[in-house]
């Protein structure tokens, strides 16, 4: 199992541009979130999905937008980057509300200028 | 969920005991401590959770005060590769099923050869 992925790595994007970050996992978990990242700090949760077609945000959604069309895949999307959006997106699953285990991707390095 | 509080830093020499501490005072009865790390910048991993009664796994072992206001992670035999931020996470389980993890700045630990 290749576990949680995550596409680019590394990403620079202009102020007002617009860009999906992908995730995707192959354990068949129900349950997947979107954690940004800033320097020093801990992991914020942005949005949340407890199943395809199902989504929820989390601390910090404003500027971000999700989907989960397949139980695999649940990208997310900045419409209008902006500097504050600058950080490090992680991607996580978990089987269920009960597995007490999140499974993160290696994350995605984003920077707006 | 109620808050966490740990140091900030701390060292440990190979081959020791790494005991980090955490405080959560304000914990709930229904409320789990769960504990991950971050090695330099990877996702977040799992170690190890409990409710009240102490637990072990290969990673480490969870010891938890019998008031549960606090409990402390232990990594038996330190190794360099266990340098990492250390997340103590208080967390109830949701009826909705928002696994949301809160992270906090966690204990840097540092391990010296």
């Known amino acids: 199992n290749a576990g949680v992925t995550q596409t680019p790595k590394f990403r620079i994007l202009k102020i007002g541009q617009s860009m999906t970050l992908q995730c995707t996992q192959d354990m068949n978990h129900n349950y997947m979130y979107w954690y940004r990242q800033d320097p020093g700090m801990g992991l914020k949760l942005i949005y949340y999905?407890?199943?395809?077609?199902?989504?929820d945000k989390g601390e910090v959604p404003n500027g971000y937008n999700v989907s989960r069309s397949t139980t695999e895949d649940f990208p997310l999307r900045l419409e209008l980057a902006a500097p504050s959006q600058t950080s490090v997106y992680f991607c996580a699953s978990s089987y269920s509300r009960r597995a007490p285990e999140q499974f993160f991707g290696p994350g995605t390095r984003l920077t707006v200028l | 969920d109620a808050k966490t509080t740990q140091p900030p830093s701390m060292d440990c020499a190979e081959g020791r005991a790494a005991n980090l501490p955490c405080n959560h005072s304000t914990i709930s009865g229904n409320e789990y401590v769960y504990w991950y790390r971050q090695i330099h910048s990877q996702g977040p991993q799992y170690i190890i959770h409990g409710l009240k009664n102490n637990e072990t796994n290969e990673m480490a072992s969870l010891i938890i005060t019998e008031d549960r206001k606090s409990s402390t992670l232990i990594l038996p035999h330190a190794t360099l590769r266990d340098t990492a931020v250390y997340y103590c996470?208080?967390?109830?389980?949701?009826?909705?099923?928002?696994?949301?993890?809160?992270f906090g700045t966690g204990t840097r630990l540092t391990i010296i050869p």
């Open positions: 999905s407890v199943g395809a077609g199902i989504t």
């Open positions: 996470i208080v967390r109830v389980e949701s009826n909705f099923g928002n696994e949301k993890l809160t």
